[in-house]
């Protein structure tokens, strides 16, 4: 997994509540049986023009296909981003197209969990906070930055104050460090099987 | 000590409480499909990890797989030849139970779950779809996640979890005549909004739920995830158990005894406290539609579309192409579909052919049925239901996913405005530019008759 310390991009508002997972990465567009090659599709749904079922050219009306925007590493949303289906393939897409960070007021649950995987890094801030970083987005004529320094938990800018945001301590080091999280786990393998051993006693009937 | 149902389960799986304040949870059942659990299984593959119990895990073809009749390993779907066959052999090469494509007990995941008796009350179990909430409705901890999770859930036997915290729905009340548990559970996302449940796990209760049947249950349980909750619950009762008595893989003589025995001590206690309750008067409740593109823009079918304050709305009112305060009554359809894992139950398809019988579906309308398993679609057939949804012109498919979401590649087309008995109506959900109403099988297939929007109360019989 890709590591997380700190990361200064362009930010790309997308303020709507309930983006889902359908939108960021549509069925049609997961075409392979593989983690990779979704970051065309990403957004597909508005990011193209389309004749017919068939992609015609970038839609010149979508924020990502406009300057600065195009070269956005941060995206800020509403609340409840990445709601839906459980389709990993929207991060994988957000990640493959150049994002690394999120900012929402609130996250689907698995989504969330999902970008924990992949060194997405999901911030949590306040509808106030995510306004003031909007509001300074439309006064800035040129490219609107973000400093996103995961040790320190903080978001800051030139022209923003600096918003702290919470995440536990071991995603934290997760994402700071880059770990696979299955390595973690299979340190507890013997734990792990002396719950079983004393399950299999207790509930028989669940064991196959 | 007083627990709820959640922290019986969650305590009885637990094996280790983690640094992070999240607990190392046991899994008894994975469950994956050929999307997602394809990539699931090919990346323990390319990792070259073991998968820890293959007894306990199973696999389904349900996605990817086209519905129509005569289907092999062809589909629509762009690529989705390779997924049907890598999941073959993945299941295969890791020797796990596969309800291929043409088999008599293949369906949509959470169906074949339950129908096989492989989800039970008191386990956990979890698949890569966001809709294992349904099986919640056992009395099973289940809930959807993501490929990654699922790799680890395959290679270690257990998950990473943060504790959710817990919500209690009571629903009160009767059922009006023409309701079912869709409008409930519709009118709870459109009450308290889309994001009402955040990452909650939430137990439903109270005299409404202990009327319902099984296949009630999971309908309601199902949208939870709408409703954006970590997962649903409700607890085991003498349906339940009646439910899962001779399932293939439920426990048999002396296990099904000690079953029964710890599945009745699985509810919440009379002080358990949750971290929020609700309360629904299901008497209040008239048959449901959705007029935007969250499931949360639901409208009594009597009711006109809100004031559009907000741009949220506006957009959806937009794509949907509706207006302030307009009445959905009268609206032309080109589309209607019943199936899915919401509403894809034998009682489902029931409740759509009473409507239906004797009459015709509107010249307008792509009508398509689509039992959600092959059990269903059997036990339909012998009760001659396919008679009556042939004879009014409904399309009779092979079960799967089908139109719920573009699965075998197929979906409506742009601009057209479809009635549906699924959980999801996103934009594009059923293909770019493809505009869902979701509403219960009776007021879908009221509204096949019609060739439009109406309220399907006008088809009882009184
Ligand atoms: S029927 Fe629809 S909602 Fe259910 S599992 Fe299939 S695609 Fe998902």
């Not at chain 1, 049609?28 to 017919?52: A, H, T």
């Not at chain 1, 970008?115 to 949590?124: E, H, I, K, S």
């Not at chain 2, 034998?346 to 959600?372: F, M, R, W, Y």
Request: with cysteine; glycine share 8%.
């Amino acid at each position: 997994m890709k590591k997380f310390i700190q990361h200064q991009g362009i930010v790309v508002p997308l303020l709507s509540d309930n983006i889902d997972t359908d939108q960021i990465i549509p069925s049609r567009e997961m075409k392979k049986v593989s983690k990779l090659g979704l970051g065309e599709g990403l957004f597909s749904g508005q990011r193209y023009r389309y004749i017919g079922e068939e992609k015609e050219g970038p839609n010149p009306d979508f924020i990502l296909n406009q300057a600065p925007y195009d070269k956005a590493t941060v995206l800020l949303s509403g609340r409840n981003f990445g709601c839906g289906s459980s389709r990993e393939h929207a991060v994988w897409a957000l990640v493959e197209y150049g994002f690394r960070a999120i900012i929402a007021e609130s996250f689907g649950t698995i989504f969330q969990n999902n970008c924990l995987r992949n060194g997405l890094l999901p911030v949590v801030l306040s509808a106030a906070q995510i306004q003031s970083i909007a509001d300074e987005i439309g006064n800035t004529a040129d490219a609107f930055s973000l400093k996103i320094d995961l040790q320190k938990r903080q978001v800051s800018s030139s022209k923003t104050p600096s918003y702290g945001f919470v995440l536990d301590d071991y995603s934290q080091q997760m994402l700071l460090n880059g770990w696979d999280f299955i390595e973690l786990t299979l340190q507890f393998r013997q734990q792990i099987d002396q719950f079983i051993h004393h399950d299999r006693k207790l509930r028989a009937w669940a064991y196959l | 000590m007083q627990r709820t149902l959640f922290e019986k389960l969650w305590d009885q799986h637990s094996v280790s409480r983690l640094p992070d304040g999240s607990e190392l949870i046991y899994i008894d059942r994975i469950f994956l499909h050929e999307r997602t659990g394809c990539i699931a299984l090919n990346g323990l593959q390319d990792s070259g990890r073991e998968l820890r119990n293959p007894r306990q895990v199973f696999c389904t073809m349900d996605h990817i797989i086209d519905t129509f009749p005569g289907r092999t390993d062809k589909t629509l779907m762009p690529g989705g030849t390779e997924f049907i066959t890598k999941t073959r052999e993945a299941a295969k090469f890791f020797n796990i139970k596969l309800f291929d494509i043409n088999d008599h007990d293949q369906g949509i995941s959470h169906m074949v779950s339950a129908e096989q008796g492989i989800t039970l009350p008191g386990l956990t179990v979890v698949c890569p779809d966001s809709h294992t909430c349904t099986l919640g409705a056992l009395g099973a901890l289940a809930w959807g996640i993501g490929t990654s999770d699922c790799e680890h859930a395959m290679a270690t036997e257990t998950l990473r979890v943060e504790k959710p915290k817990q919500m209690r729905v009571r629903f009160e009340g009767t059922l009006n005549p023409g309701v079912s548990s869709k409008d409930i559970i519709m009118y709870l996302i459109k009450s308290y909004g889309a994001s009402g449940g955040q990452g909650m796990a939430i137990e439903f209760c109270g005299p409404v739920i202990q009327q319902l049947s099984m296949e009630a249950r999971f309908t309601l349980c199902n949208m939870t995830t709408e409703f954006s909750g970590f997962t649903a619950l409700i607890a085991p009762d003498t349906t339940t158990f009646d439910y899962l008595s001779g399932k293939t893989y439920a426990p048999k003589k002396q296990h099904w005894e000690q079953a029964i025995k710890d599945w009745k001590m699985l509810f919440s206690d009379e002080d358990a406290v949750f971290d929020a309750e609700l309360s629904i008067n299901c008497s209040e409740i008239i048959p449901m539609i959705s007029w935007g593109t969250s499931p949360a823009q639901s409208v009594f079918i009597s009711d006109r579309i809100p004031i559009l304050q907000d741009d949220a709305k506006k957009s959806a009112a937009q794509y949907m192409n509706v207006t302030n305060e307009q009445s959905l009554i009268n609206m032309p359809i080109q589309g209607a579909f019943i199936g899915s894992c919401t509403n894809g139950r034998l009682s489902d398809l029931q409740a759509a052919a009473e409507i239906l019988k004797g009459h015709k579906v509107s010249p307008n309308v792509k009508a398509v049925c689509t039992p959600g398993s092959a059990q269903v679609k059997l036990e339909a057939e012998q009760m001659g239901l396919h008679k009556i949804f042939i004879a009014a012109g409904f399309e009779w498919r092979e079960p799967g996913c089908s139109l719920c979401f573009y699965a075998g590649g197929e979906g409506f087309s742009d601009g057209q405005r479809i009635i549906s008995t699924t959980n999801r109506n996103f934009e594009g959900r059923q293909g770019r530019g493809a505009r869902t109403h979701i509403a219960s099988p009776m007021m879908v297939a009221a509204a096949a008759i019609e060739g439009k929007i109406v309220d399907c109360r006008r088809y009882l019989e009184t």
